[in-house]
């Protein structure tokens, strides 16, 4: 259970970084790209990246508002990543709302997605940091592994031989590694010295792979009510996700059979969705994804051990709970 | 006519841009992203961005290896720009070869221009530049005005009320945007003054509008094997070129609706091409790009005027007649 302390932070961060996207697309034009930017940016997400990214530097003492540029960056990055990858999945809703592409046309998501990448970059080169470049390099080095990450899920949706160590490399640049940038740019702002810095990337990249894994279960466990897309989407689509891929490569073979039919035939009939949560159960899936999950926080818990103690410090393991815990 | 030293020049940074940018896509994974990647910067093109970026250094007797990696970068981000740019105008061939969504789909055309934006920021931020922030600012600036640029150039397909301003503010910013940015990178790793960075810039905006102006002459007047992509593809496409423009702002009211009703049903029917072409003789437009042209061109050259006499002054105003007479 998160403190009461770290609840007023990560609201007060919240606010900070909602204030600043709302004003991103203010009186720019033209209107057929900025409203589309507009909507991406005001119909809600939780923050999570900017808040690690401002929390790393404080809880290295560091000035939070000079991270506060940075941390825009990464919440327009992740954005940016949110409109292709809903281009490409083909998914109509994103956290309750029809997507962009869905909106708009695949044209203008096109486009809103690119806008949003540069307007990443215009945010955080305004960063004031005397490692403003290897910040940058940073950043980019990241967007790269982005598009890695993506390409490798994508290639994955046509494979049945995906195995662990496939995933495990996929979530790694795909989710863990933005989370990764998160920590150590916020750490090199808060001044960190090299050994921090790589804790805390360290700390981001366990936390990443936990909030993924939790993703792939929440997709199949959470009410769509709550989970704002559209449930059971990453069956539908036919990725390979931590329980997929733990199911394919522990069942006996008559059970693997009967479950890649199952994938093969769920195309929207969400009815399957139950079949194929039960038969996960089964195999041990869940069971293991939550174990997974309970070692990248234990990891990401230990990667903090070495920093001094402090508010940030405390609200970081607070954010550990609140990624393990969530219902969406 | 251009010189004989210019010939050379413009052929041994030709080589080393190619060189670097066959190296790109080496030894890296997943295939299915580098693979199209490779595709694309291996399939030819002028080089004319990044040779722009490089002679801007020469002009200033600046050291043109220190530009090698910002200019590789600006053709990396034109690459992009074509990727994506090709996707919304669905068109099917790029320098006689099929696009890169024609011959992988748009998934991975998505991802292979959004690998390339991020691969052109690697790059850039290898530049041994005390400016390298201040570099860093102008190339993404420079990419949301194109960004803006390509989304004018869409709105634009559905309007029959465009105005020369209007075109002009767009193609400002889809095209002469990108060439003003390599001049004035160039410019600055040369270490030239403001007013020389400046001036270059200057350069590198009338030759963009010029450049553009005879792509909208050269997409209804050259011939389609030189050409190398869709012969009459902006007509196709419904784009406000400056012949559209010019004639709709120009043509008397019954040849207005002439025009307006052979573009509004020309989808397709190449024949209707030397109709159209015709009419845009007859109205006057090709004589009026051709001028415009010819102005930019003039505006270009004394933009130089108060630069030091160099041979890489010299070889500017050689590219700016090797763009003037281009014929693809």
């Not at 997605?113 to 403003?132: E, N």
């Not at 810095?197 to 466990?221: E, K, M, R, S, Y």
């Amino acid at each position: 259970m998160e403190s009461e302390a770290f609840k007023q932070v990560f609201l007060k961060y919240q606010t900070l970084i909602n204030d600043r996207l709302s004003k991103i697309a203010d009186s720019r034009q033209p209107q057929n790209l900025y409203q589309p930017i507009e909507y991406v940016l005001n119909s809600g997400g939780k923050r999570i990246r900017p808040i690690l990214l401002m929390l790393s530097c404080k809880a290295l003492d560091g000035d939070v508002d000079a991270s506060l540029d940075a941390a825009v960056a990464v919440e327009l990055l992740h954005n940016f990543t949110l409109v292709h990858d809903d281009m490409m999945d083909q998914d109509d809703t994103r956290r309750g709302m029809p997507t962009v592409h869905k909106k708009w046309g695949s044209d203008i998501a096109l486009l809103t997605g690119d806008g949003l990448v540069s307007l990443a970059y215009q945010s955080l080169l305004r960063t004031r940091s005397k490692r403003i470049h290897e910040i940058s390099k940073i950043f980019t080095d990241g967007i790269i592994e982005l598009c890695e990450g993506q390409a490798l899920d994508y290639d994955f949706e046509k494979r049945q031989d995906v195995q662990l160590d496939d995933y495990l490399l996929m979530i790694g640049k795909k989710t863990a590694r933005l989370l990764h940038i998160c920590a150590t740019i916020g750490a090199i702002i808060g001044n960190g010295s090299d050994s921090q810095v790589q804790a805390l990337g360290n700390f981001g990249n366990n936390l990443g792979c936990a909030f993924q894994i939790q993703d792939d279960l929440l997709d199949i466990t959470s009410k769509q009510e709550i989970l704002g897309k559209t449930h059971g989407s990453d069956i539908i689509r036919k990725k390979q996700t931590y329980l997929v891929v733990y199911g394919l490569t522990h069942a006996d073979v008559a059970t693997k059979h009967r479950l890649l039919d199952i994938l093969e035939n769920s195309n929207n009939h969400s009815a399957r969705i139950t079949e194929i949560r039960d038969m996960f159960q089964h195999i041990g899936s869940i069971d293991a994804a939550n174990a997974a999950i309970e070692n990248y926080i234990t990891s990401a818990r230990a990667n903090l051990d070495d920093l001094p103690s402090t508010p940030g410090k405390g609200h970081l393991l607070d954010l550990l709970d609140y990624v393990a815990t969530r219902q969406a």
